[in-house]
Nanobody
Framework: QVQLVESGGGLAQAGASLRLSCAPS????????MGWFRQAPGKEREFVAA????????YYADSVKGRFTISRDNAKNTVYLQMNSLKPEDTAVYYC?????????????????????WGHGTQVTVSS
């Protein structure tokens, strides 16, 4: 099992930046992909970004491409989501997720059911 704890959410104005952190613990050697999802009020949870645990390749949703960056600090065993040029529509609860099942190099999981462990979420609110 892998446990995930998010941090770094908060309130920001449109155009500002925030950085979210996710610290996995437990059997982290089982992780193939780390992902970020978000869920806005009244909407379904949606994919934001993913990072391959070994190799560091990344993949983004079109809505955040060019504004958000997912990265990993190997020394701290932490995954980050750097969010720049924030928009009010980025307001949501952001969740960190880990995929523990085998994943081929050319596949980036983007659905909730693709992931096996989830954090509790951190609120991001962007005001206009």
């Amino acid at each position: 099992q892998v446990q995930l704890v998010e941090s770094g959410g908060g309130l920001a104005q449109a155009g500002a930046s925030l950085r979210l952190s996710c610290a996995p613990s437990g059997r982290t050697y089982n992780i193939y992909v780390m992902g970020w999802f978000r869920q806005a009020p009244g909407k379904e949870r949606e994919f934001v970004a993913a990072l391959r645990w070994s190799g560091g390749n990344t993949y983004y949703a079109d809505s955040v491409k060019g504004r958000f960056t997912i990265s990993r600090d190997n020394a701290k065993n932490t995954v980050y989501l750097q969010m720049n040029s924030l928009k009010p529509e980025d307001t949501a609860v952001y969740y960190c997720a880990a995929r523990l099942r085998f994943t081929t190099d050319y596949y980036f999981p983007k659905a909730e059911y693709d992931y096996d462990s989830w954090g509790h979420g951190t609120q991001v609110t962007v005001s206009s």
